[in-house]
């Protein structure tokens, strides 16, 4: 019997999209065909490639309307946020900006004698395995700089958002990327360890939780075959006496909550200078009692269902242990949370980097609050972890905020805002949370290799 992957729908429990996964020579053929477009594709002038990418963009964009609910019915993102597009295209957009001065010769010298230069070249195939959190978003991350700089594309989504590929390579196929070039693929996780150990790929992109970074690095041991991995988070926001306090609490309240608590660099720890922390919790409990849970293709839903009821459940133990182990729950169960995907967001206080809460992914709508005295009890806190993502500080000195941020070990330092990907900015974490780096000139770096030219003139 065939083997299917199923994208249960965590609205109601129900299959929303079933697809039969393609059998060990099955994948291996889309392997071949890839890199056997490979070399025409990399051979086209970069700006076509540059142009061919961004009109499948811009088909994304053309299906957002369907795009929006299909994405409340797969994981459960509300309606009312309009879906991915904006930053899909921001990001996508930027890579097409800076794909000519990022993968330009670097010229070292050409005179009477000799011309040399390195040039920046294409892996050859490429897969990008892609999260179920921001299905669009984390996969253009990857999928346009690849593409444009010469590289084929092998793209496997998660079951979870088991429609975001088959919709990606429609549109990039219908503005005229050729097929063999960008495919999107069904297979489960033993054919991919089995393509990545035979060397299929050339470059392997993981997005996703700490033991599937570890499968990945496991496939890829002894092929040379380089892997880049955004795992897991745990990011801090550190609110400083100086902070303007509505805006802190608004935005890490937000970077907590938003998306059920289901962002890579969503808030999930949160620590307060003494002065601040009683108004601080105070509006915190304030806002997300505002918030309205429910069913995601309902407009007036402000969060909605976690992606799978095993997610909200783990986060229902982590908020379980913590109170049992002496925090202070501040929310109220909300009438709709159905003890399955539908969770009611939490606030807790009263909690110890002893609890798992403080310490291990929650992925969720929680967020626990802690009391500092000074900048070296927080930096000590944010670093005990053993992710490395981001971190939010907020004060009114920047020159402050640079001493601190040089301090944490996380891959990006934000200051007065949090829970956002500039793509100007290398994308990148450190410890649990992975390795190489995304977006960017960076990230074109990272997909592609150097090639030396050393041309000595005949005369």
């Known amino acids: 019997m065939t083997k299917t992957l199923k994208c249960i729908s965590p609205i109601d429990g129900s299959v929303f999209a079933e697809r039969p996964v393609l059998s060990v020579p099955e994948a291996e053929a889309v392997a071949r065909t890839a890199r056997s477009a490979q070399p025409a594709w990399a051979a086209r002038p970069l700006q ?15 299906m957002n309307d369907e795009i929006v609910p299909e994405l409340a019915h797969q994981m459960g993102r509300p309606i009312r946020y309009g ?14 900006e800076i794909a000519q001065g990022a993968l330009a010769n670097i010229e070292v010298s050409n005179d009477g004698d000799f011309h040399r230069y ?7 195939v490429v897969l990008v395995v892609a999260p179920w959190n921001y299905p669009y978003m984390t996969a253009i991350n990857t999928v346009a700089p690849a593409l444009i700089a010469g590289n084929t594309v092998v793209l496997k989504h998660s079951t979870q958002t088991l429609l975001v590929g088959e919709r990606m390579a429609a549109a990039f196929h219908q503005a005229g990327v050729p097929k063999e070039v960008f495919q999107s693929i069904f297979v489960d996780h033993d054919t991919t360890s089995h393509l990545i150990g035979n060397r299929s790929f050339d470059f392997v992109n993981f997005t996703g939780s700490v033991g599937g ?10 092929t040379f075959t380089g892997v880049g991995l955004e795992l897991g988070g745990k990011d801090p926001g550190y609110v400083m006496e100086d902070a303007d306090l509505d805006a802190a609490v608004d935005t890490l309240i937000d970077g907590a909550m938003f998306n059920s608590g289901q962002c890579c660099c969503g808030i999930e720890r949160i620590y307060v200078v003494e002065a601040l922390y009683d108004q601080f919790v105070e509006k915190a409990v304030a806002i997300v009692n505002g918030y309205k849970l429910g069913n995601p293709l309902d407009p007036e839903t402000t969060i909605g269902p976690m992606a799978h009821t095993r997610f909200a459940n ?11 182990g002496g925090a202070k729950a501040h929310i109220a ?6 003890g399955g995907a539908y969770l ?3 606030i807790l206080t009263n909690v110890t980097h002893d609890m798992r809460v403080m310490r291990e992914e929650s992925f969720g ?3 626990g609050i802690m009391k500092v005295k000074d900048d070296a009890e927080a930096i000590a806190l944010m670093n005990d972890s053993e992710f490395g993502l981001t971190a939010s500080l907020w004060t009114k000195d920047i020159d402050r905020a640079k001493r601190v941020g040089d301090q944490i070990e996380t891959g990006t330092v934000f200051m007065n805002r949090a829970d956002y990907l500039d793509p100007a900015l290398c994308w990148t974490g450190c410890k649990n949370t992975g390795r190489g780096g995304g977006l960017s000139v960076i990230g074109y770096h990272n997909l592609t290799r150097p090639k030396s030219y050393h041309l000595k003139k005949a005369h």
Do not use: K, Y
Not at 213 to 222: H, I, S, V
């Open 118 to 124: 390195i040039r920046r070249v294409p892996h050859g």
């Open 213 to 222: 970074g570890q499968a990945m690095e496991r496939a890829a041991a002894c």
């Open 83 to 96: 879906g991915e597009f904006g930053g899909f295209n921001e990001r996508a957009s930027h890579m097409a």
């Open 314 to 324: 783990e986060v229902r133990g982590q908020i379980a242990e913590a109170i049992s």
């Open 365 to 367: 709508p929680v967020v």
């Open 333 to 338: 169960p909300f009438a709709e949370d159905d």
């Open 48 to 62: 076509d490639r540059i142009d061919l990418v961004m009109a499948g963009v811009a088909a994304v964009g053309a």
């Open 344 to 346: 009611t967001p939490q």
